[in-house]
């Protein structure tokens, strides 16, 4: 006669059977013991920015944030970490996990300390999400300065090499390489550095400077009131806002650094996570509302780069970049 098999024994088999065919299934083995992998974002996704509060950087993220946030289905608290032309929050979140759950809002004043070798960071360092904004540079002037046009101005600076002051980001910023590409063509004009935003345009109004280097979003105000003129436009072609502007193009002046806004992770970040952020992201731009505060600001409406178009075009302008900080003396 057959043996019974055990109870004991009966459970033992049928419990080794079940866990086989878990990992036949390929269910991992954290949820046969009861364990469930965790869904991402499962929690708020922390979002530093890497300047001040009230600039163009910081109302560029809370307005990202508040249009993803119901999206992703979770909060993305901005704080601002300013310091070190961005590296000091860059710096954070490189401390950080790669886990998707600290992200940075990014500025072409931080990229521009790579190839100045003043970055704590290289472009492989991080993952670069989406880029959100491109905003073309312009040369400002009070609403009564005596130039009226960019020829007065350049005629004046020729006459007058380094007499005219342009308030500016800083020393090796882009501000400050366009001016110095004005010098070689003739146009010699002093750069005078001031970190804050609200510092360079008090400046300019005050009449500390004749000259502000400044995109037209962070300065609408004061140009809707008349306080500050545009003489000259550094793009290919004229913005539909400002078209009486000529553009540095139309004046055979080969130099346009726009500024460009984006949000960036840290490298190893789980491509799925990287992927879920981006197209959040992305469906938050494509609203109504990003559109009109894009409109507002006077951002390029071809600012969207998603993750792979993104890093190949930050290591080009990386390779611009280092090319004329080399030639104007900057950086041996």
Known sequence: MRERMKPGRCLSVVVYLLFSAVLMAGIPAEECRGQTVEKYPSRPIDLICTFGAGGGLDTMARQLSSLTQPILGVALPVSNLPGAAGNVAITQL???????????????????????GLARHKVEDLEWLVRTQVADS??????????????????????????????????GTPDDVTVRYLEKKGYKMTTIPYPKPGERYA??????????????GDVKQYLEAGQLRPLIIFAEKRLPAFPDVPT?????????????????????????????????????????EWKKFAEDWYIRPDSYLGRQEYEKWVAGEVAILNKLIIEFGLRK
């Not at 007065?152 to 800083?170: H, Q, S």
């Open 94 to 116: 490189l401390g950080s996990k790669a886990d998707g759950y600290t992200i940075a809002a990014y500025v072409q004043d931080t990229m521009m300390t790579i190839p100045m």
């Open 138 to 171: 312009f040369l400002f002037v009070k609403g009564d300065s005596p130039f009226k046009t960019v020829q007065d101005l350049f005629e004046y600076a020729k006459a007058n090499p380094g007499k005219l002051r342009v308030a500016a980001t800083g020393f």
């Open 203 to 216: 400046a300019a109004l005050g009449g500390h400077t004749e000259v502000l280097y400044e995109q037209a």
């Open 248 to 288: 540095s193009a139309e004046l055979g002046l080969s130099i346009t650094l726009p500024q460009f806004r984006g949000i960036v992770a840290k490298k190893g970040l789980p491509a799925d996570c990287a992927q879920t952020i981006a197209e959040a992201m992305r469906k938050a731009m494509e609203t109504q």
